[in-house]
């Protein structure tokens, strides 16, 4: 596999979103992307709810100031003798407005095997910088650098676009290589780990990528006595209308499986209700052990490969 996606760094990935102008439906960056790596298909898995940030500073005109709100003030505070009257008197005489950055994530997936885990994830900002407030709110002005940076009551204006959009490059995971890595950290089998190899085991593997309906969230957290610690969870990227299975009681044979079925057929494929059950949504745990009962007793509509994934979730509960 010398596909030329892995030649990429993420040097080279910040150049490629850098030079790209950012379209509606984003297709010149896929088509960037999918040239570098003609070999697997590359495609956008989805496209988080919109966030904001903070940006940097413009004067009236619009003329960028900085480009780092923060750093600016803190360099600012600084130069002003730490004297916060003296900062907000030159922030309120050149006029001086704040900007936010508003955008969403693009998860990209690159498809590089039939296995759960095979598959590269491209997590790529499309932002949006905008205008929308003074700096200093004459009428409730600051009294520390926390307020001054991000106030309780700001002054705002109507809002104004700052440039164009642009794409901004956050992270690349090759995701057999991080749970490889991550597993090394766990004496048990980590959860996400333990759902794809359940994937794999299972009628999913055989009808569908897992790639196509779930993605990956890489994040490093903070223990106790302040190591870091890299971990991640699962997300569906779907929005498929799916049934709600949470009231199943007194259901069992033909009306649980018709149920099961129903729901799959509208995941898009087998065993899909198992999934979303260990990740929360949509189906209830009590599914699991509704199902495992029957099929311990007068039923058998689950295949061979399922039955053994569910009775082994039944002893051994899990959640993503």
């Given amino acids: ?26 297709e010149l960056l896929l088509n960037q992307l999918q040239t570098l790596n003609p070999e697997y298909s590359i495609r956008l898995a989805k ?103 991000d106030p309780l009551e700001p002054d705002c204006l109507e809002a104004f676009c700052i440039g164009n959009s642009r794409y901004s490059y956050r992270r690349k995971t090759d995701v057999a290589i991080f749970m490889d890595e991550l597993n090394k950290y766990y004496i048990e089998e980590h959860p996400v780990q333990r759902f794809m190899n359940d994937w794999n085991r299972s009628s999913a593997q055989q009808k569908a990528l897992l790639s196509d309906d779930w993605i990956v969230r890489p994040y490093r957290h903070v223990g106790r006595f302040g190591e870091q610690h890299i ?17 199943i009681n007194g259901k069992k044979g033909v009306a649980l499986h018709n149920l099961l079925t129903r729901f799959d057929r509208q995941a898009g494929y087998p065993f899909a209700w198992f999934f979303y059950m260990v990740n929360g949504k949509q189906v209830s745990s009590h599914c699991g052990a509704a199902v495992y009962k029957d099929i311990s007793g007068d039923y058998s509509y689950l295949p061979e490969r399922d039955a053994a994934v569910l009775k082994d979730w039944v002893s051994s509960p899990y959640s993503v």
């Fill in 1 to 26: 596999m010398n596909d030329q996606i892995f030649q990429l760094s993420g040097q080279q990935l910040a150049k490629i979103c850098k030079q790209t102008m950012p379209s509606q439906d984003d």
């Fill in 47 to 149: 496209i988080s709810e919109e966030w904001y940030r903070l940006g940097g500073i413009v004067d009236i005109d619009g003329n960028r100031i900085a480009n780092d709100l923060i750093e600016w003030t803190e360099r600012t505070y600084i130069e002003c003798g730490k004297n916060m009257q003296i900062l907000i008197d030159f922030a309120q005489e050149k006029k001086l407005i704040a900007t936010r950055q508003t955008g969403n994530t693009l998860n990209i997936v690159v498809q590089i095997g039939s296995q759960a885990e095979q598959f590269i994830q491209l997590d790529i900002d499309k932002i949006y910088e905008i205008a929308d407030r003074v700096l200093v709110n004459q009428y409730h002005p600051p009294e520390d650098l926390e307020e001054f940076i």
């Fill in 231 to 247: 971990n991640i969870e699962i997300i569906n990227a779907q929005q498929k209308q799916v049934p709600q299975l949470d009231d």
